[in-house]
C-alpha cells in the first residue's frame, strides 16, 4: 500500500520514510494493485519505469488503456491505469 500511497503525494513527500504529524496526504482508493493512480508529472514511461524497471514498455500500459488515452504522451491526474503483467 505504501508505494501507491507514495505516488499518490509524492509532490508533497521528499522522503517516502518519513511523514509527519498533521501532514496531510491524498489517499487513493479504489486503486488495486494492477492498476495506477495518475499524479502530476506522471508519464507512461515514467510509470513503466517504476513498475517495470523499463521505461521502454511504456508502451504496454499504453495498449491496455487506449480506451481512455487518445495519444500516448497525453494523461492527466487522477486517471486510473490498468498494469498489465510483466
Do not use: C
Not at 507512461?44 to 521502454?56: E, H, T
Not at 481512455?68 to 503483467?85: C, D, K, M, R, Y
Request: aromatic letters at 12%; zero cysteines.
Amino acid at each position: 500500500m505504501w508505494p501507491r500511497l507514495y505516488r499518490a503525494n509524492k509532490d508533497h513527500i521528499q522522503d517516502p520514510d518519513m511523514i509527519y504529524p498533521d501532514q496531510t496526504l491524498a489517499v487513493p482508493f479504489g486503486v488495486a494493485e494492477n492498476q495506477h493512480l495518475v499524479t502530476r508529472g506522471d508519464f507512461l514511461f515514467k510509470i513503466a519505469a517504476q513498475v517495470y524497471n523499463d521505461a521502454g514498455k511504456w508502451h504496454k500500459i499504453y495498449e491496455a488503456n487506449k480506451q481512455q488515452i487518445v495519444e500516448p504522451h497525453l494523461i492527466f491526474p487522477a486517471q486510473v491505469l490498468e498494469i498489465p503483467s510483466n
